[in-house]
């Protein structure tokens, strides 16, 4: 699978620099920090290309893309100063907000789910998991995503067993401990499955009753919302990844020799299944899906009461 344990990328750890952002750089580019989400995979290609293509260069900015030590932390390391920029999920900006910590939305990675109900058998519908044993790996949007796109099939919580798997499902699917799984992701264990000769059943939660969301997003700060290298960041991620769009194998030869670790058939089938999905203009902010998701969140009891837009996603200007 593409790997989602955090590790420190080598002399750019966080750990490395004290924890806080740069005052300097050469060649008068000022520096900004983006922690990410994971291990740098396919996901952040975006990013990547912002930084191969010289686009982050081209709008005065030294970016360094982190991996964290911790990977509840990057929303945390932002709110407090010791980080610009988070990479986060937008199916969890609410429930981060709701809990204090002071975060916006600022531009899109990735604009639709990733995330499936899989299983490696083959069923025809939701509604044949009755009686099955479903894993997931992130308890709280995740479950409530499982259990509304199950009744979307008319399936209540007393027909199903569900076990907390982390991020060994693939393994315990194989093994026969899981007849499906949720939090299995579209580009990355999908393919792990197909790549071991299995077909497998693949359910989408946009599909099954759940509201569209963004998937990756970045998140900066509410009180450097008007951070002028901001404006700039999103300008360069959408070069980047027009980069990455308009030439998605020249892109991935250039990540394949600046991380040789990652250059396999698997990571590269995952590229190719990524780079369409990316936010064709990361800076624009879809104010109906997120208001959307938001009820849903409520909905669900994931967050008890609704909050205005400008609380937790906004719209830099160009």
């Not at 996901?43 to 081209?58: E, P, T």
């Not at 060994?168 to 580009?187: C, I």
């Not at 030869?253 to 995952?270: G, K, Q, T």
Request: aromatic share 6%.
């Amino acid at each position: 699978m593409l790997p989602r344990r955090p590790f420190l990328l080598g002399a750019s750890a966080l750990a490395a620099t004290g924890g806080a952002p740069r005052s300097s750089t050469a060649g008068g580019l000022e520096p900004l920090t983006i922690i990410l989400d994971w291990l740098l995979n396919p996901n952040h290609a975006g990013l990547f290309a912002a930084q191969a293509s010289g686009a982050f260069a081209a709008h005065g900015l030294d970016v360094r893309l982190v991996a964290p030590s911790d990977p509840d932390s990057p929303s945390r390391l932002v709110a407090a100063g010791q980080a610009d920029v988070a990479v986060g999920y937008g199916s969890q900006i609410n429930m981060i907000t709701s809990a204090g910590l002071p975060l916006l939305r600022i531009a899109t990675l990735i604009d639709r789910p990733l995330n499936t109900i899989m299983a490696s058998h083959r069923f025809a519908t939701l509604a044949e998991l009755r009686g099955r044993t479903i894993g997931y790996s992130v308890a709280g949007v995740e479950e409530a995503v499982l259990g509304v796109m199950l009744g979307s099939a008319g399936l209540k919580p007393g027909d199903y067993t569900t076990v907390k798997v982390n991020y060994d499902m693939v393994a315990a699917m194989l093994s026969g401990r899981l007849d499906a799984a949720t939090g299995a992701y579209r580009n990355a264990e999908v393919i792990q499955i197909e790549q071991l000769g299995r077909t497998p059943s693949v359910f989408l939660p946009e599909q099954h009753g759940v509201p569209p969301y963004d998937e990756l997003i970045l998140v900066a700060a509410h009180s450097r919302v008007g951070d002028p290298r901001l404006r700039r960041l999103v300008a360069a991620l959408g070069h980047g990844t027009q980069a990455v769009r308009h030439d998605p194998e020249g892109m991935w030869r250039a990540f394949a020799r600046a991380h040789p670790e990652l250059d396999s058939p698997y990571v590269h089938r995952s590229w190719q299944v990524t780079v369409p999905l990316l936010a064709a203009d990361p800076r624009h902010l879809d104010a109906a899906r997120y208001l959307a998701f938001e009820r849903f969140c409520v909905q669900q009891g994931i967050i008890r009461t609704r909050q205005p837009l400008d609380a937790f996603a906004t719209e830099l200007p160009a």
